[in-house]
């Protein structure tokens, strides 16, 4: 009997090990998807309306040898940065309220551009979400060669992204022409625990609130939440996760900026 128990709790402690292992591992796939949805009453205040599907894999770590700023000596500096790829899809309708007018401003000359960005947002009340640091993700090319060996793919950043609006894709077409990308960072506070990250200009999707002669555009953009429960002395990119599906939603032009 006494054996049957010790190999009983042999195979459980076999299986412990093994969960934890699993859930050690990092994936390298895109964890998240944000179909390129829109309301009907989207579609009919504005009839160009180009949404994208978007993927993108968690937040990770990489530590890459950088000027610095003051002396330009190389200095190893760590990075937060996060992969993300966008096709454009016909659009999915979604219900809504119909009875919208159409946006009061004038077309832009010339094609539509795909000029991407990505924003960190850190805080640390996850109920009020106040912000402590607003970081507009950063061209850092030298990154970029060190980013793509742990990827294992070729990546833009958000200038060398910058193109025409790609024309939609159907989803059963054999050329599945993704645009693959990577924001960076590289002054987030270590000790951030809560931070969402604001993804903008993979739609042309905007609402004027305001009026022709005094336009209030609030703009349509992807937010995705994340928690990082480590601590600023032994960072490690198995700390971020992902805090529920991200969402689209309408956020103003000009947001406020922490200090």
Known sequence: MMKIVNLFLVVVVMVSCLSQNAQAQVTRGFDRTIPPTALNAEVIRQPSLQVMELQVKPMRLVYVDLPDPKTGELKKTELWYLVWRAINRPIRKRQGNDNLAVNPLD?????LQFIPGLTLVTYDD?????????????????????????????????????????EPVDPEAEDQAWVYGVATWSSVDAKTDFFKVIMHGFTNG????????????????????FVRPGDEFDPNFREFQFKGDPKWLYQPDRPKTAQ
Not at 138 to 162: D, F, Y
Not at 211 to 224: A, F, G, I, T
Request: aromatic letters at 4%.
């Open 107 to 111: 077309p832009l000359p010339g094609p």
């Open 126 to 166: 996850p109920e009020t979400e106040i912000p402590n640091q607003i970081l507009s993700d950063e061209i850092l090319p030298g990154a970029i060669k060190a980013i793509e060996k742990i990827e294992r793919v070729q990546l833009n950043n958000t200038v060398s992204v910058i193109q025409d609006f790609p």
């Open 206 to 225: 905007y609402e004027n609130k305001g009026s022709v002669e005094e336009p209030d555009l609030w703009r349509k953009v992807v937010e995705q939440r």
